[in-house]
């Protein structure tokens, strides 16, 4: 579980999420920031690994609804992952370990890296 989900605490970073209102120690009410202002604060780079896990957990979905229906109970979650670029790799990397609190290489899987590279990468880390 990503630790930015337990900022809202009703959402786990779902775009559907509208924010909310909460009080603070301090008794002031703060408004929780739109996902547009949230985004508009993020890096390139993080725009890009963010786009590509949301790509990825969409296209897991589908092709297991896919599987379930054709297979019934003997679909298996597919591996829909690439291998990126050194670079990336190193990026992605980074960016999982520094957003979960328990890192796997199931975190890299679902930033779209395949399940081969996923495991090797987080043997080695």
Known sequence: MRT???DCGN???SPMCKGHTSTVKGGENTEKKT???TYAEMSKDELVIRLVEAETRHAEFV???ESLARDGSRWAIPD???KPTEEWLGKIVA???AHTDDFSYMDLAEYGVDLE???KLWREC
Do not use: I, N, R, S
Request: hydrophobic content about 50%; glycine content about 4%.
């Open 117 to 119: 590279t996923a495991e």
């Open 95 to 97: 960016y999982a370990k």
């Open 11 to 13: 959402c786990f970073e």
């Open 80 to 82: 829909l992952g690439e």
């Open 35 to 37: 996902k547009w202002e």
């Open 63 to 65: 092709a297991t609804v």
């Open 4 to 6: 930015a989900a337990a």
